[in-house]
């Protein structure tokens, strides 16, 4: 819009205090007529007026200027507490009649911007306002209109615009919601110990809070328990860990009866197990070159408590020297086979015979030990193919292959080769780089012994197939073989070297049962709001349908896609927070999707107590916009700047009347050409009239 204004301009010909000078210097002059009273003092005075008129130059100046429109900002709430209760409904339906509204106002433009879910931070409704008015000149904003649920986590101390902030509240006043919060929840459980969790449920908006409510407690699928709680109170909830990886825990509380939402009335809690320091036995046989090898690894690891005994000589040789110049201390053969056998996690027979220094009865207790779920290792050389070997003992049931006659040492260079199995197979698992049928690009080992497998999984072979590593479930236990004491030549860097120590920690933590080295295995976790499932099995078929159910009862089934090293993985979104659960048939495993924004969910009513203080800086109001079938809107006025901005059933944009001046015109009252003339006429009046 085009409009012109005219008006009185001075553009001076000398200095303002020079003007100022010469008026003054004037008056003076006038002075002594004024006292003497003289005739054609105001002749006098006229003419030093037009003098001074002249100087200081007047105009008339014509602007033409160009009306700029006003801009109003709407800010519309897309957060995850805007949605519950129909509140995104209604705020959808005050956008659409807003944006009709504003537009109609005469010089008003409108712009809108949206309040997005934000992760973890909250709502950030004054960062979008912010961003949005760094595109906005202040003269020309009109004012901001916020449509929310009041759940705001970044109100600023001082308001970040000069306009009226009018906020549009979606819900009801006065709305009361049952929430469960977790006070502690550790990280990491030792296995066959418990944990503590803490939690709070409360009533907030109660008038009477108070009373009790009733906590349901599932943990990794199993049967729920509950629990009664008192509101406001801290509770304790004790949670068994059972297994190492993670275990989840669900805690729900009951609703309560007009709550607004359910949303936040559920936690789930993640708890990984972890062992505590584990006890390892290691009994080395005759020296030899690589007898080091396993102390040097267990004692590497500080988790690991290492008990370790080298026998020296054989009970049956006589060399007439003294006892005690043979032992530092008596093998303590009863007390480790038997009295604390089972306070071991691991036991280690590095090259070891049977000389008769374990009777039958302990050997029969290591294998029940064994079966009972315990783990055995054994390194073997020459002595296990002779008539002292383990494989001849009341051990021999546990073990997964047995030496294949006297002759069963093989001398000669070779490459040791993982199997086709041991591809598949975490503690083998991609250790080479090379192809299968390619030869491995590690050192060569010069000895291992020749054996009958009868049962296990050979995941390293020795030339023609034979094996060379066998793994093996027995009972609850599991036994590793490793039928050749050369490993240590990697070790050394002796033509090449090889993964010694990645193999050796790799098939000790799988003896020790840790998560990560499964064989057959399903785990499930959630990042990002994606589940990922993933199966490994030894098993070459197609992996089979794996089902996937929500936490609100939805079963999803879907065929994971084959990867490498024997695993399958599929990925969904998990957008409900809670327990999800997969299962291929055989195996289940769970993960916990917590809530994408715990500041959003924490608390679900819909409140003006954050916003009010931004409205009441800024002039704006706080509008409620009622639970009718359409959304309770005020009325939009222009109201001009200093006036009120709100009132009843109506609030107010800013009128800021903000131009841009387009052309000047400017044309002088007194040119030169006239103030000449009229100044000297009027002195010469003034002197006739004083020289009469």
């Given at each position: 819009m085009r409009q012109a204004i005219a008006g009185i301009d001075?553009?001076?010909?000398?200095?303002?205090?020079?003007l100022l000078a010469l008026a003054a210097l004037a008056l003076l002059a006038l002075l002594p007529g004024l006292l003497r009273r003289a005739r054609g003092l105001l002749w006098r005075a006229a003419a030093f007026v037009l003098l001074l008129l002249a100087l200081a130059n007047p105009r008339l100046v014509e602007e033409t200027r160009e009306t700029r429109p006003d801009i109003a900002l709407l800010a519309v709430d897309r957060s995850d507490s805007a949605v519950i209760?129909?509140?995104?409904?209604?705020?959808?339906?005050?956008?659409?009649?807003l944006e009709t509204r504003i537009r109609r106002l005469p010089e008003m433009e409108l712009r809108t911007v949206e309040v997005p879910e934000a992760g973890n931070q909250g709502t950030r409704l004054f960062a979008a306002i912010e961003q949005a008015l760094a595109d906005i000149p202040?003269?020309?904003?009109?004012?901001v209109v916020a449509l929310t649920d009041g759940q705001a986590h970044d109100v600023p101390a001082a308001p970040p615009m000069d306009a009226p902030f009018h906020a549009l509240l979606a819900g009801r006043p006065g709305e009361t919601d049952r929430r469960l919060r977790v006070v502690e929840a550790p990280g990491f459980g030792i296995v066959g110990r418990s944990v503590d969790l803490r939690v709070i449920a409360e009533d907030l908006g109660a008038r009477e809070p108070g009373g009790a409510a009733m906590l349901t407690i599932r943990r990794d699928g199993q049967p729920p328990r509950q629990e009664s709680v008192a509101l406001g109170r801290e509770h304790r909830i004790t949670v068994p860990i059972e297994r190492g990886g993670p275990t989840v825990v669900e805690i729900a509380a009951e609703p309560r009866p007009g709550e607004v939402s359910t949303l936040n009335n559920r936690q789930v809690v993640t708890i990984t197990g972890v062992r505590d320091r584990l006890r390892v036995l290691l009994i080395s046989g005759e020296p030899h070159a690589g007898e080091r090898t396993w102390r040097r690894l267990l004692k590497a690891d500080p988790n690991v408590?290492?008990?370790?005994?080298?026998i020296l000589r054989p009970p049956e040789r006589d060399d007439l020297t003294p006892l005690n110049e043979l032992a530092l201390i008596a093998f303590p053969v009863r007390e480790l086979f038997q009295v604390k056998l089972r306070e071991f996690d691991l036991i280690v027979f590095d090259r070891f015979a049977n000389r008769g220094i374990l009777p039958p009865a302990y050997l029969r207790n290591i294998a029940d030990y064994v079966r009972g779920g315990g783990a055995l290792l054994m390194s073997v050389g020459p002595e296990f193919s002779g008539p002292a070997s383990l494989a001849l003992t009341p051990l021999g049931?546990?073990?997964?292959?047995?030496?294949?006659?006297?002759?069963?040492?093989?001398?000669?260079?070779?490459?040791?080769?993982?199997?086709?199995?041991?591809?598949r197979h975490p503690v083998t698992e991609g250790l080479t780089t090379t192809a299968p049928e390619a030869e491995p690009a590690w050192g060569r080992w010069y000895r291992f012994l020749r054996a009958d497998q009868r049962a296990g999984s050979t995941v390293m072979e020795a030339p023609g197939g034979a094996p060379l590593l066998v793994l093996d479930r027995v009972g609850e236990g599991r036994v590793a073989l490793m039928l050749s004491d050369h490993i240590w030549l990697w070790s050394r860097g002796h033509d090449g070297g090889g993964p010694q120590q990645e193999l050796l920690r790799r098939m000790a933590h799988w003896l020790m049962r840790e998560?990560?080295?499964?064989?057959?295995?399903?785990?499930?976790?959630i990042e990002a709001g994606r589940l990922t499932v993933t199966r490994r099995s030894l098993e070459a078929g197609p992996p089979p349908e794996i089902a996937v159910t929500a936490p609100d009862g939805t079963v999803t089934r879907s065929r994971p896609e084959a990867v490498e090293g024997g695993r399958a993985t599929l990925t969904l979104p998990a957008t409900?927070?809670?327990?999800?659960?997969?299962?291929?048939g055989r195996r289940t495993a769970f993960a916990a999707a917590v809530a994408a924004n715990p500041l959003e969910i924490a608390d679900l009513r819909a409140d003006d107590a954050r916003l009010r203080p931004m409205a009441q800086a800024t002039g704006g109001s706080i509008r409620w916009m009622g639970d009718g079938p359409e959304p309770a809107l005020p009325e939009i006025r222009r109201v001009a700047a200093g006036r009120d901005a709100s009132g009843a059933g109506w609030i107010g944009l800013r009128r800021?009347?903000?131009?841009?001046?387009?052309?000047i015109a400017a044309l002088p009252l007194l040119p030169p050409w006239l103030a000449l003339p009229l100044v000297l006429g009027v002195a010469i009046i003034a002197w006739r009239r004083e020289g009469r």
């Open positions: 001075f553009a001076p010909i000398l200095p303002l205090w020079l209760n129909g509140r995104d409904t209604r705020i959808e339906a005050a956008r659409m009649a202040r003269a020309r904003l009109a004012g408590d290492l008990v370790h005994f080298t049931p546990v073990l997964p292959a047995r030496p294949s006659g006297a002759q069963a040492v093989a001398e000669g260079a070779f490459r040791p080769r993982i199997s086709a199995l041991g591809a998560p990560e080295l499964e064989e057959e295995d399903l785990a499930a976790r409900q927070p809670g327990v999800w659960q997969a299962s291929d800021n009347a903000d131009h841009t001046v387009t052309g």
